[in-house]
């Protein structure tokens, strides 16, 4: 069966720290891979996804970027975090190629900027 | 682009209540819509989806929502609520691109109340 894994689970950084966040897939090939961060009251925000290794799509201009070196890796970084970047932040992946096949979800992580 | 909007951030209902939640969309060609509800501090999981086979759909723990192209609605509905219940929920709709982009509505909470 497939699973996802992100972490860490809480993160708290002090203003212009970098940040890396990891998502890993297991049981599957070739996922779709989606980055969303989740602001309270404002939903979820797609930040990037991805539909292959080294193909990053961003829907958002902003602090951050994301990598996917691996087939079932995705990766969510920043140089220098701002205030702006906390929130709680969410991997997701789906199955490649199919159109209506829903989402599923990492745990999450927590991040506050100090 | 597609679209979907959210009716009320809050909604509470007694325990044994029927549960609302309220969602329309916006979109150009057929949608597919989903609904997903999130527990505290953890990820999204489906609740249920349309895509066209059948108007009334049903979900998980008792939810079903309707889709009605006249009025561009997707309600989430529950006959009777349990304090399990009580959690956000999203519905969301995804783009008839060439991949799988999933936008999000801004969530409702549903308290329950015993």
């Known amino acids: 069966s497939q699973t996802i894994h992100q972490w860490p689970a809480t993160l708290v950084q002090p203003v212009g720290s970098p940040l890396s966040l990891e998502c890993t897939v297991e049981g599957t090939s070739n996922p779709n891979l989606y980055w969303y961060r989740q602001a309270a009251g404002r939903g979820l925000q797609l930040l990037f996804y991805s539909v292959g290794i080294g193909q990053i799509s961003s829907e958002v201009p902003q602090n951050l970027s994301a990598s996917r070196p691996q087939d079932r890796q995705f990766i969510l970084s920043s140089k220098k975090l701002l205030l702006s970047d906390s929130g709680f932040y969410l991997c997701?992946?789906?199955?490649?190629?199919?159109?209506?096949?829903?989402?599923?979800f990492g745990s999450g992580t927590q991040l506050s900027v100090l | 682009a597609q679209s979907v909007t959210q009716l009320g951030s809050h909604v509470s209902v007694s325990e044994g209540a029927l549960v609302l939640l309220r969602c329309n969309y916006s979109?150009?060609?057929?949608?597919?819509l989903f609904w997903y509800v999130q527990y505290p501090n953890q990820g999204l999981q489906l609740l249920l989806k349309?895509?066209?086979?059948?108007?009334l759909v049903k979900g998980i723990n008792g939810f079903e929502a309707e889709f009605k192209k006249s009025e561009t609605s997707f309600h989430l509905t529950k006959p009777s609520a349990h304090m399990s219940d009580a959690a956000e929920y999203f519905c969301?709709?995804?783009?008839?691109?060439?991949?799988?982009?999933?936008?999000f509505g801004t969530g409702t909470k549903l308290q329950v109340i015993p």
């Open positions: 979109s150009s060609v057929p949608p597919y």
């Open positions: 997701a992946w789906s199955v490649g190629g199919r159109r209506n096949e829903k989402l599923f």
């Open positions: 969301a709709v995804r783009n008839s691109g060439g991949y799988q982009k999933v936008t």
């Open positions: 349309y895509t066209s086979a059948a108007t």
